[in-house]
Each structure stands twice: as structure tokens, then as C-alpha cells.
Nanobody, 124 residues
Framework: QVQLVESGGGLVQAGGSLRLSCAASGRTFSSYAMGWFRQAPGKEREFVAL????????DYANSVKGRFTISRDNAKNTVYLQMNSLKPEDTAVYYC?????????????????WGQGTQVTVSS
């Protein structure tokens, strides 16, 4: 069992930056690949970024590539999402999630544990 708690969301103007954090507790954090997903009002949850257990592999949705950076600190049991050049269309609830897959993918169904989410609002 892994418990995940996101933080760092808030209100920011377009062009600004935020850094989300996801703190994990429970079973060995470094055993899990991690992902960030988001869900805007009236839309389905979508993939944002993922990182392998070692941090050696990352992947991003095309919509955030070049603006967002995912990273992790296994010593602190924490995964981060640095978001730069934010746009109003980035407004959503952001969730972190954990998967036991060695090769993580973008599929929501493959993530076993989820946090409660943190709201990000980007004003124009």
C-alpha cells in the first residue's frame, strides 16, 4: 500500500510557474514508477508526465513537453512536477499516481495508487 499526498497547487497568472510535490508513504517508494495526471472540469483525466523508479526515464504529454519537468527524490519519498510558462488551459486538478510496472506507460488504468489531487488555476 502506498499513500500519496499532493501539494503546491494554487492560482497563478499565465506565464508563471508552480512546483507540485507528491509525498509518498507506505511501501518502498523507490519500487514504484510515478506519474502526474490532470483533470479539467467537464473533461476526462489525462496523462501529464511519468518517471521511472530510478528517474532515468521520463515521458511527457505533447501539450506540456518543454514546459513541465518531472523529477523525484527517492531519499525524500517525493516526486515533483515543475510547471513553467503556464497557460489557462493547464487549469485542472493535478493528481500523482504510482505504478509497480518496471516500464511505466501513460495508461491511467495501469496506476495502482492515487493521491487526492491539488488544484492548479491559471488566469489569463
Amino acid at each position: 500500500q502506498v499513500q500519496l499526498v499532493e501539494s503546491g497547487g494554487g492560482l497563478v497568472q499565465a506565464g508563471g510557474s508552480l512546483r507540485l510535490s507528491c509525498a509518498a508513504s507506505g511501501r518502498t517508494f523507490s519500487s514504484y514508477a510515478m506519474g502526474w495526471f490532470r483533470q479539467a472540469p467537464g473533461k476526462e483525466r489525462e496523462f501529464v508526465a511519468l518517471i521511472s523508479w530510478s528517474g532515468g526515464t521520463t515521458d511527457y504529454a505533447n501539450s506540456v513537453k518543454g514546459r513541465f519537468t518531472i523529477s523525484r527524490d527517492n531519499a525524500k519519498n517525493t516526486v515533483y512536477l515543475q510547471m513553467n510558462s503556464l497557460k489557462p488551459e493547464d487549469t485542472a486538478v493535478y493528481y500523482c499516481a504510482a505504478t509497480g510496472l518496471v516500464v511505466p506507460r501513460q495508461r491511467i488504468s495501469e496506476y495502482d495508487y492515487w493521491g487526492q489531487g491539488t488544484q492548479v488555476t491559471v488566469s489569463s
